[in-house]
């Protein structure tokens, strides 16, 4: 595709239900983020992977936040045990080069609701 | 630690009126600094960017930033605004420590008043 996508679009999920959230980058970008949007706030970053090498991931909140990117293209956030607090929107972007100081391209989001 | 603030939550212009967002941030050296435009149901669009050398820079759809050391401010400037800059804006400063990390501000909401 052009962009970057993301999938689901939304996702309603009960309090201690683990999900998934999934991000199909721009094909041959290097960099790839994830974003964790509050309401009414920036972007925070979450983890940073520089093609399947997750080099930093110190923006995760708790050990209950995995992310993965096995192959270099496709990245997958995973939270387990679903708490009212990770109710955001998730943002994953890439980069054609490595590190975050190049324009990053942003997907649509996930919209996660945490009943 | 690195910070970046927009003092201005929420701003009202009118069409063909010029504008200006403010951005302060808070860092020990010369950081690198982005604004970000995310329209409604679609995602962070990169405006424009300094690193280093002209302290006036230009980006796409017509919007300029000034990069002042003296004021720690990168302020967002644009001549005349059309209905389709309503948005929102956010700043964002790369520290040069992080190959990886940048951090945005809260954002401010631009509307635009026919």
């Known amino acids: 595709g052009a962009g970057v996508s993301q999938s689901p679009r939304y996702k309603v999920a009960k309090r201690g239900q683990d999900v998934a959230l999934r991000c199909d980058p721009i094909?041959?970008?290097?960099?790839l983020f994830w974003y964790q949007q509050a309401l009414g706030q920036g972007p925070e970053f979450l983890t940073y992977?520089?093609?399947?090498?997750?080099?930093?991931k110190s923006g995760l909140p708790s050990d209950r936040f995995f992310a993965e990117r096995p192959e270099g293209s496709v990245s997958t956030l995973k939270i387990q045990r679903t708490q009212q607090e990770d109710s955001a929107v998730y943002l994953c972007?890439?980069?054609?080069?490595?590190?975050?100081?190049?324009?990053?391209?942003f997907g649509p989001g996930t919209r996660l609701t945490v009943l | 630690a690195q910070s970046v603030t927009q003092p201005d939550i929420h701003i009202t212009v009118s069409e063909g009126a010029s504008l200006e967002l403010r951005c302060n941030y808070s860092?020990?050296?010369?950081?690198?600094l982005f604004w970000y435009v995310q329209s409604p149901g679609q995602g962070l669009q990169l405006l424009l960017k300094?690193?280093?050398?002209?302290?006036l820079v230009q980006g796409i759809k017509g919007f300029e930033a000034e990069f002042k050391r003296s004021q720690s401010s990168f302020n967002l400037r644009k001549p005349s605004v059309h209905w389709s800059d309503a948005a929102e804006y956010f700043c964002?400063?790369?520290?040069?420590?992080?190959?990886?990390?940048?951090?945005f501000g809260s954002g401010t909401r631009l509307s635009i008043r026919p």
């Open positions: 992977f520089q093609n399947e090498a997750q080099l930093d």
């Open positions: 094909s041959g970008h290097v960099s």
């Open positions: 860092y020990g050296a010369t950081p690198y």
């Open positions: 300094y690193f280093s050398g002209d302290t």
């Open positions: 972007a890439s980069s054609f080069l490595a590190g975050g100081l190049n324009e990053q391209f």
């Open positions: 964002a400063v790369g520290p040069y420590s992080s190959a990886s990390k940048i951090i």
